[in-house]
């Protein structure tokens, strides 16, 4: 027997996820600075002052250490309702509150997917979203290009894939705005994806944690039916990361959904953290301008970065729209963008992640999100400097 024979099938065939592999070059690189964000993806501030002094007041509370409600803190969730309503234009919709969108994400698998079943995702595709399918058993998974030229998702090719697959993919799932592309779903676009699904008779989940990170007046928005799936974060718009706080919102008139979803929620977390769903209704008092006004804070590092990218060519970086990522194109010599990133760590201190790990060999993302302007600026220095030689030298041990 060998050394994985005693381990599940589902388990050692699931990718390692690439943030492992990351934190462990980190480790090994002295005064490196992070481009990758060692952790996720991250932004650079914390969460609002006003929610942390009030949630603090909450500590001593019994009910906080207890169990609560599996769907959530009742005045969360009416919160989100509303919340919901009013800036998503969410009006059929029920909420779950989840530790966090991957979390959420895992839930929906097991709520919607069979082992075996297969589903649509698009590259470059969200990593975390790819292993939970891989360790739900959810093996056949069917990756969909791209257009070259914004890296939007082919609906061409989706209705098409749809309509000759059987059995017909249970599900298909975008990230809007992407991780890890940066772009934006236009709303048109969305809508006929919905359309594509709906015809078909798929479910369509949409990764809604970047909802107020846009940029260049873009505005973000949110389709809504009986075959749709939302999911949103506290994490980015927040500062929440560690707190552990994201939630579904899901169709209220699909029988059995509910119950279906509460089996699944009860086994894997039964509830969020209570003092983190809290913090997440404290801080939504604050409002989405308490968000909108720290996004605008990274239009200065999307700047810095893009030009620091700019020895790629042109053509060679996208993204950007929305989220906080820039998707950047390697020369064709380096189609193993894994050994460029240990390269650039180890040589000139700057981390980013590769393409491979989102579906897309020969690619960088690079995310803005998580430095003050000042430390993006030296780490994207590195990152000019290093892009230079990788095209004038080679990498140069």
Known sequence: MGSHGMLATRAVQTEMPVMVQIQELVRGVKNSMSL??????VV????????LHKVKELLWEPAISKYGADEGVPELREALTEKLRKENKLFKSSVMVTAGANQAFVNLVLTLCDAGDCVVMFAPYYFNAYMSFQMTGVTNILV???DPKTLHPDADWLEKTLAETKPVPKLVTVVNPGNP???YIPDPLLKRIADVCKKAGCWLVVDNTYEYFMYDDLKHTCVEGDHIVNIFSFSKAYGMMGWRVGY????TDVEGF???LLKVQDNIPICASIFSQY??????EMGPEWVTERVKSLVKNREILTEALSPLGQDAVKGGEGAIYLWAKLPEAYVNDFDVVRWLAHRHGVVAIPGSACGCSGSLRISFGGLVEDDCRVAAERLRKGLEELIRDGMVQ
Request: net charge negative.
């Open 36 to 41: 990758a964000q060692v952790f996720g993806g």
């Open 44 to 51: 650079h501030w914390q969460p609002p002052t006003e929610a």
């Open 144 to 146: 969909g290009p791209g």
């Open 181 to 183: 592309s940066g772009t």
């Open 248 to 251: 579904i919102a899901y169709p």
């Open 258 to 260: 509910t119950a279906q």
């Open 279 to 284: 913090l997440a209704l404290y801080s939504l």
